[in-house]
């Protein structure tokens, strides 16, 4: 029997590097990206199946309409989910499943996958978030501060989170997450059937003793 892989969600605040950090650990090889979906428009460098699917907004109504999404979110205007089909799929063939997505879905996900693993990713200080934003050159001041505003209001519900990693240096937090997911495999709770398997070789062992 395949062990059962891990979903793994990490968020963090705009500007913290996650998509970065995300783009490392998948280097590793360990790692399955799920995609999201979204209603914003593609940047310069993304492309439609990749980074994100993405659908227009009578498209994503109509999944959200139909179950299609394991959660949804709407974030500055626009609408992010996380399509149910592919996440259980790879993680019934023992493949740890990273969702890159925004804290409102992340707590959802949480209440519907109890054994999901929670990552939230920061910067040393919140002055960081703004220059990493600006330094994009993407996005207009109002929508920089809007990002801000949000970030402001996120940090009440980083406690919902399991784990909080500092990106400072990008190599020592990637190591940080791929270490921390090297615990959470060996997690007593994971291994249940390693349990069944003892218990049947030691009745085998025995079996002449009792």
Known sequence: MIKKGI?????????????TVVKELLSKGDYVLSISSTTRKPREYEQHGREYFFDSRDEFERMIKDNELIEWASYCDNYYGTPKKFVESNLEQGKNVILEIEMQGAIDIKSQYEDAV???????????????????GTESSDIINKRLKRSYEEVNIIDKYDYIVINDDLEECVEDIHSIINAENKAAARNITLKQKLIGEFEELLKGEI
């Open 7 to 19: 979903l793994i969600i990490i968020s963090g605040f705009s500007g913290a590097g996650k998509g």
């Open 118 to 136: 929670l990552i939230f990713i920061t910067t040393p200080k919140v002055t960081d978030l703004k220059k990493r934003l600006e330094k994009r």
